[in-house]
Nanobody
Framework: VQLVESGGGLVQAGGSLRLSCAAS????????MGWYRQAPGKQRELVAT???????NYADSVKGRFTISRDNDKNTVYLQMSHLKPEDTAVYYC????????????WGQGTQVTVSA
């Protein structure tokens, strides 16, 4: 599976961006799509995930500011980011994790998000 991200860029603090991630095929069975980020010198961390049932999980640092959504017809997951802060600056990676009936873990190439003060 290939995951292709888009929508990153440079934005001022308080601004908004929308990230998109398109998968090269339909997801299968039980799966989770989500977003992770990695800032310079830091470990990759979870931002938000959404399961095939629609359940969501957010990092505390983005709750109330970021919203994850999926369009299964388009095999695409989105991350709407609002009220951005300089500490949101990172490379954002899309992830697809399939649990059943097939198992797989796939990553996109990453898209840079830079928030200026």
């Amino acid at each position: 599976v290939q995951l292709v991200e888009s929508g990153g860029g440079l934005v001022q603090a308080g601004g908004s961006l929308r990230l998109s991630c398109a998968a090269s095929r339909s997801t299968v069975g039980r799966n989770t799509m989500g977003w992770y980020r990695q800032a310079p010198g830091k470990q990759r961390e979870l931002v938000a995930t959404m399961g095939d049932s629609g359940s969501t999980n957010y990092a505390d640092s983005v709750k109330g500011r970021f919203t994850i959504s999926r369009d299964n017809d388009k095999n695409t997951v989105y991350l709407q980011m609002s009220h951005l802060k300089p500490e949101d600056t990172a490379v954002y990676y899309c992830n697809l994790h399939e649990n059943w009936p097939v198992r797989g873990d796939y990553w996109g190439q990453g898209t840079q998000v830079t928030v200026s003060a």
